[in-house]
């Protein structure tokens, strides 16, 4: 009897199943319809999260693949608040709004005020407030400021280094080494010579070159340039220069006997001494990259001719296209078809510079 009940029983059950499954499947199909007809995201009420909760949590992984309201992280998440318990009693707004409170709006436009004004840094508007009895942070003040549209800016610095070279500009000089080679039997030999300009005037003086520029050559001609100065009756207040080794205690003691402060440059940063630069570039492009220096003397004749006309018939566009060394009383126009143009050649016919005949 046994043997005949329980294939039957099992029928039934496979029947059973098989009816449960096909109505899953429906129901499956008909919420993913209703679910297509229905808004991307659907609010839920602790009453509702609750109901699928209980009913949801007995399925255990299984809710996956019918869940289709909210994520399963999601429904896990509900189930993990419900297992904790009641949270503490809510807190008030002022309370539960993260973070530091706000800076005091006073103390806001304190520091807003004090970097228009001055255009400190930071570190500097930190001291400041600090002497007012206010403890903030770098930050704050960096908060502050980029908040009121105000953040870093180099240019609005109040002594920037173009503000410092425009300060000093009248008094002021740099000067550098510069190189060239000369040709030799026993092959290409550099010779140096240092270059000086006035940043204001953008006047030049560039001394005798030598194959050997030890301590001692360096400062005679610091000498040498101090004797055109005060020939010239030209201002030296500042001198800069880099850090070169030739630049002995003796070098800088020539120019500090007169009054000179020397003002040294970073190493590596030839940008501050821009200037120069561009003077020795000019002078190479321009000139010495034209002649073949076959001996010392020859290239301290190309060197003076090479100053004299830079500074006194070079245009110059930092001095109005004129140059450095000319009258400031404007010159009247010529009539081209009255005087005859004349050319004025020199090195070979390397310059030219033109002028009206007599």
Same mark, same amino acid.
């Given at each position: 009897?046994?043997?005949?009940?329980?294939?039957?029983?099992?029928? &039934?059950?496979?029947?059973?199943?098989?009816?449960?499954?096909?109505?899953?499947?429906?129901?499956?199909?008909? +919420?993913?319809? &209703? @679910?297509?007809?229905?808004?991307?995201?659907?609010? &839920?009420?602790?009453?509702?999260?609750?109901?699928?909760?209980?009913?949801?949590?007995?399925?255990?992984?299984?809710?996956?693949?019918?869940?289709?309201?909210?994520?399963?992280?999601?429904?896990?998440?509900?189930? @993990?608040?419900?297992?904790?318990?009641?949270?503490?009693?809510?807190?008030?707004?002022?309370?539960?709004?993260?973070?530091?409170?706000?800076?005091?709006?006073?103390?806001?436009?304190?520091?807003?005020?004090?970097?228009?004004?001055?255009?400190?840094?930071?570190?500097?508007?930190?001291?400041?407030?600090?002497?007012?009895?206010?403890?903030?942070? @770098?930050?704050?003040?960096? +908060?502050?400021?980029?908040?009121?549209?105000?953040?870093?800016?180099?240019?609005?610095?109040?002594?920037?280094? %173009?503000?410092?070279?425009?300060?000093?500009?009248?008094?002021?000089?740099?000067?550098?080494?510069?190189?060239?080679?000369?040709?030799?039997?026993?092959?290409?030999?550099?010779?140096?010579?240092?270059?000086?300009?006035?940043?204001?005037?953008?006047?030049?003086?560039? %001394?005798?070159?030598?194959?050997?520029?030890?301590?001692?050559?360096?400062?005679?001609?610091?000498?040498?340039?101090?004797?055109?100065?005060?020939?010239?009756?030209? $201002?030296?207040?500042?001198?800069?220069?880099?850090?070169?080794?030739?630049?002995?205690?003796?070098?800088?003691?020539?120019? @500090?006997?007169?009054?000179?402060?020397?003002?040294?440059? $970073?190493?590596?940063?030839?940008?501050?001494?821009?200037?120069?630069?561009?003077?020795?570039?000019?002078?190479?492009?321009?000139?010495?990259?034209?002649?073949?220096?076959?001996?010392?003397?020859?290239?301290?004749?190309?060197?003076?001719? %090479?100053?004299?006309?830079?500074?006194?018939?070079?245009?110059?566009?930092?001095?109005?296209?004129?140059?450095?060394?000319?009258?400031?009383?404007?010159?009247?126009?010529?009539?081209?078809?009255?005087?005859?143009?004349?050319?004025?050649?020199?090195?070979?016919?390397?310059?030219? %510079?033109?002028?009206?005949?007599?």
């Amino acid at each position: 009897m046994a043997a005949i009940v329980h294939p039957l029983l099992t029928l &039934l059950a496979s029947l059973t199943r098989q009816e449960l499954a096909q109505q899953v499947t429906y129901l499956k199909a008909e +919420n993913a319809i &209703l @679910r297509s007809k229905l808004p991307d995201r659907i609010t &839920l009420n602790n009453h509702e999260r609750r109901r699928l909760v209980r009913h949801g949590k007995k399925l255990g992984p299984r809710i996956k693949e019918l869940i289709s309201i909210v994520s399963y992280s999601t429904f896990r998440r509900w189930i @993990r608040k419900m297992e904790d318990g009641p949270t503490k009693r809510p807190k008030s707004k002022s309370e539960s709004k993260p973070g530091r409170p706000r800076i005091d709006e006073s103390i806001a436009d304190t520091i807003i005020r004090i970097r228009k004004e001055t255009g400190w840094g930071y570190t500097k508007i930190v001291q400041a407030m600090r002497r007012l009895g206010h403890r903030i942070s @770098r930050q704050t003040v960096k +908060n502050i400021l980029v908040e009121a549209g105000i953040g870093p800016d180099p240019s609005d610095h109040p002594d920037t280094w %173009s503000d410092f070279l425009k300060r000093h500009a009248a008094t002021m000089w740099q000067c550098n080494f510069a190189s060239k080679r000369k040709w030799t039997i026993k092959g290409m030999v550099d010779l140096y010579f240092l270059v000086f300009i006035h940043v204001e005037t953008r006047r030049i003086w560039v %001394s005798p070159c030598t194959a050997n520029p030890t301590g001692e050559w360096t400062t005679q001609q610091a000498r040498n340039f101090d004797m055109f100065l005060q020939d010239e009756g030209l $201002p030296c207040e500042t001198l800069q220069r880099d850090q070169d080794s030739k630049y002995i205690n003796s070098f800088d003691e020539v120019f @500090r006997s007169t009054g000179c402060q020397i003002k040294k440059t $970073p190493a590596r940063s030839p940008n501050l001494q821009a200037f120069v630069e561009r003077v020795i570039q000019t002078l190479k492009h321009e000139v010495l990259n034209a002649f073949c220096v076959v001996s010392e003397k020859h290239l301290d004749h190309i060197l003076r001719t %090479s100053q004299d006309w830079y500074n006194h018939r070079r245009g110059h566009s930092g001095r109005d296209h004129r140059p450095p060394v000319h009258e400031e009383v404007s010159i009247p126009a010529i009539d081209l078809t009255k005087y005859k143009l004349v050319c004025h050649t020199e090195l070979g016919g390397h310059l030219k %510079s033109y002028c009206a005949a007599a």
